[in-house]
T-cell receptor
Framework: GAVVSQHPSWVICKSGTSVKIECRSL??????MFWYRQFPKQSLMLMATSNEGSKATYEQGVEKDKFLINHASLTLSTLTVTSAHPEDSSFYIC????????????FGQGTRLTVV | GESVGLHLPTLSVQEGDNSIINCAYSNSASDYFIWYKQESGKGPQFIIDIRSNMDKRQGQRVTVLLNKTVKHLSLQIAATQPGDSAVYFC???????????FGAGTTVTVRA
């Protein structure tokens, strides 16, 4: 299958700082990218959907000013957690689709964020 | 609201036996379903998918069954191996909607 690379795989930051997570589709053009958050022993919760060249669509309850998403090209999307707090500590996962809605979504390996 | 859910949170299986993981969905507009496997600390890995115009699809050692009448999805794993130990999620996609919603997940543990 297609490869989605996510970087970094883990990061520790201080409260109040910002962290950027990158998601790249390596061998296909990702029309749509998704960002999920997963707490321990829980399911993946969709945070936002981004389409190349347009603003991201955020799910209800997700602060768009805190979780900045940029999808500047068909192979790269970034998630920036601004002014991070310990409660933002989680496993963040990106996913990408090449085209139509009813097609396989490929996932990155995830980023473990710990805010101290 | 409508969501994808799972009947059982955990499943313990003897190595070599068949596993069946169940999933209930309530969104009648969903027309595409995917099963994912997630190992600890990793992203979800695609296992198999099925569209709503089908009721069964087979892969290597895996079979997905879809019952639209009762909105039920299942994943069967034949001859379960230790490497199959993981959390399994079903995910649904509504028609013409790019969003993929995940169920709660079932933790499968394979006993040697």
């Amino acid at each position: 299958g297609a490869v989605v690379s996510q970087h970094p795989s883990w990061v520790i930051c201080k409260s109040g700082t910002s962290v950027k997570i990158e998601c790249r589709s390596l061998d296909f053009q990702a029309t749509t990218m998704f960002w999920y958050r997963q707490f321990p022993k829980q399911s993946l919760m969709l945070m936002a959907t981004s389409n190349e060249g347009s603003k991201a669509t955020y799910e209800q309850g997700v602060e768009k000013d805190k979780f900045l998403i940029n999808h500047a090209s068909l192979t790269l999307s970034t998630l920036t957690v601004t002014s991070a707090h310990p409660e933002d500590s989680s496993f963040y996962i990106c996913s990408a689709r090449e085209g139509q809605a009813n097609t396989e979504a490929f996932f990155g390996q995830g980023t473990r964020l710990t805010v101290v | 609201g409508e969501s994808v859910g799972l009947h059982l949170p955990t499943l313990s299986v003897q190595e070599g036996d068949n596993s069946i993981i169940n999933c209930a969905y309530s969104n009648s507009a969903s027309d595409y379903f995917i099963w994912y496997k997630q190992e600890s600390g990793k992203g979800p890995q695609f296992i198999i998918d099925i569209r709503s115009n089908m009721d069964k699809r087979q892969g290597q050692r895996v079979t997905v069954l879809l019952n639209k009448t009762v909105k039920h999805l299942s994943l069967q794993i034949a001859a379960t191996q230790p490497g199959d130990s993981a959390v399994y999620f079903c995910a649904e996609n509504r028609a013409n909607d790019y969003k993929l919603s995940f169920g709660a997940g079932t933790t499968v543990t394979v006993r040697a």
